[in-house]
Nanobody, 127 residues
Framework: QVQLVESGGGLVQPGGSLRLSCVAS????????VGWFRQAPGDEREGVSC???????DYADSVRGRFTISRDNAENTVYLQMNSLKPEDTGVYYC?????????????????????WGQGTQVTVSS
């Protein structure tokens, strides 16, 4: 059974950092493009970042230079390091895997290009 589980969310002050983890079970994550997405209350889900099979990455303009996506294939995990957090980064963060080998190159962090989703982890940036 394919499963993705996010963790690492929490409450942080503006300017702070968090590292989110996305652990996979039931499949080898290294064989899939993976993306991170977020959804604030009342808003649509938006793409944050994605990573290709060759570890190239793509970012939304709003997070470029502050967030970094990475893989640890030995741990079957994808991370999202978030620095210089802002209140507008608040939301539920989801990871997802695409069944298309070029999913990240073709779709970027567009939710429509991803098929297997986790349940999300809450990130709140507030003083």
């Amino acid at each position: 059974q394919v499963q993705l589980v996010e963790s690492g969310g929490g409450l942080v002050q503006p300017g702070g950092s968090l590292r989110l983890s996305c652990v996979a079970s039931g499949f080898i994550m290294a064989n899939y493009p993976v993306g991170w997405f977020r959804q604030a209350p009342g808003d649509e889900r938006e793409g944050v970042s994605c990573i290709t099979l060759t570890d190239k990455s793509d970012y939304a303009d709003s997070v470029r230079g502050r967030f970094t996506i990475s893989r640890d294939n030995a741990e079957n995990t994808v991370y999202l390091q978030m620095n210089s957090l802002k209140p507008e980064d608040t939301g539920v963060y989801y990871c997802a895997a695409s069944r298309w080998p070029n999913g990240c190159e073709a779709y970027g962090p567009n939710p429509g290009g991803y098929d297997y989703w986790g349940q999300g982890t809450q990130v709140t940036v507030s003083s």
